[in-house]
Nanobody
Framework: VQLQASGGGLVQAGGSLRLSCAASGRTFSIYGMGWFRQAPGKEREFIAEITRSGGSVYADSVKGRFTISRDNAWITVTLQMNSLKPEDTAVYYC????????????????WGQGTLVTVSS
């Protein structure tokens, strides 16, 4: 499975950005796709995931501001980020897993390249 992330950029606080992750290859093996982020000097943290059954889960820090969605073909996953804050500044990574637990970093077998999101105050 290959993952290609896109959509990062620079935005002012309170603004919005949309990230996309396109999957290719053995996508039938994917059960969950989601996003992590890593700010400078910090560990990579879970942000959101959507599963093949349509369920979604979010980190408390983004709940109510970010929305994850997917197309029915299970090829593209989108993260809509609203009401962005400077503390949302990070490199965002798309990730996919088969079995395992939602949000547990070590369960994600496939990773895309990061895309930088910068939120200015």
């Amino acid at each position: 499975v290959q993952l290609q992330a896109s959509g990062g950029g620079l935005v002012q606080a309170g603004g919005s950005l949309r990230l996309s992750c396109a999957a290719s290859g053995r996508t039938f093996s994917i059960y969950g796709m989601g996003w992590f982020r890593q700010a400078p000097g910090k560990e990579r943290e879970f942000i959101a995931e959507i599963t093949r059954s349509g369920g979604s889960v979010y980190a408390d820090s983004v709940k109510g501001r970010f929305t994850i969605s997917r197309d029915n073909a299970w090829i593209t996953v989108t993260l809509q980020m609203n009401s962005l804050k400077p503390e949302d500044t990070a490199v965002y990574y798309c990730a996919a897993r088969g079995l395992g637990s939602s949000g547990r970093r070590q369960d994600y077998e496939y990773w895309g390249q990061g895309t930088l999101v910068t939120v200015s105050s």
